[in-house]
């Protein structure tokens, strides 16, 4: 379970350094990149671990599964909720497909 927690935080910082200054495009690019820096270091501060950690149990491939499910997730949560954002059907019907692939690679056989 603290893989996933892990992985879910650094996902949640991950997010908010690559989109969080869509709201700021007044900000001068040079300072949006050195704060998204600041912020991807903390988030691999988290990720890191998660997957030294998850690898014990894991692949490498079931790990990164996990992350990019997370990640879908996340994203969609700070879109709407931040970005202000719909979130259409479309989004669901891939999300969805994801979702059957997540199923073949943690399917034991």
């Not at 990149?33 to 079931?62: D, K, M």
């Not at 719909?86 to 073949?104: E, H, Q």
Request: aromatic residues 18%.
């Amino acid at each position: 379970m603290l893989p996933v927690l892990l992985l879910t935080a650094s996902n949640i910082f991950m997010t908010i350094a690559w989109y969080g200054h869509l709201k700021y495009k007044h900000s001068p690019l040079w300072i949006v990149i050195l704060v998204s820096w600041g912020i991807a270091l903390f988030e691999y501060c988290l990720q890191v671990p998660a997957n030294r950690i998850g690898h014990s149990t894991f692949s490498a491939a079931q790990l990164k599964t996990m992350q990019e499910v997370i990640t879908l997730v996340v994203f969609s949560v700070f879109s709407i909720v931040y970005l202000k954002e719909d979130f259409k059907w479309n989004y669901l019907v891939g999300f969805a497909l994801i979702i059957g692939a997540v199923f073949f690679i943690f399917k034991k056989w």
